[in-house]
């Protein structure tokens, strides 16, 4: 795969593991904050754990909590290293941002076009750029 290049909603650098899914995920519900697991049973991702891996995902479903939950899996150290997605998501960006600000932690968030996010499908681990490169390592 030759690297790609997203908008980077939160700039930051990070390498981890992928973990993918073409469906949205909520994080209301959907994802244990104490432990970093994916709960929603319904979810492909279900019984899998983001914590410290770049949880590739189109988007996140559901409302302002999806924030919530996602900046106390952060504080906990049981949050993903980066989130790539499929468009522009506030908020993953806002969680984001308000840990860098509270709790000094940089979760790069990447917006791929639709074609690029696919791509990683089968990709096993990536590396972030700050400038929004997704860049397989081997």
């Not at 993953?92 to 996010?117: H, K, M, N, Q, R």
């Amino acid at each position: 795969m030759n690297a790609l290049v997203g908008r980077p909603l939160v700039p930051g650098e990070a390498e981890g593991e992928v973990l993918y899914a073409s469906e949205p995920l909520s994080f209301w519900g959907g994802y244990d904050s104490e432990t970093g697991e994916i709960i929603d049973r319904r979810h492909p991702l279900s019984g899998q754990n983001g914590a410290g891996r770049v949880l590739v995902i189109p988007s996140t479903r559901g409302s302002s909590t999806t924030a919530a939950v996602l900046l106390e899996s952060l504080r906990s150290g049981t949050g993903p290293c980066a989130i790539v997605t499929q468009g522009p998501d506030l908020f993953v960006a806002l969680a984001s941002t308000v840990a860098s600000e509270l709790y000094g932690t940089v979760l790069p968030i990447i917006a791929l076009e639709p074609d690029d996010f696919g791509r990683l499908r089968d990709v096993s681990r990536v590396r972030v750029s700050a400038r929004g490169r997704v860049t397989e390592v081997r």
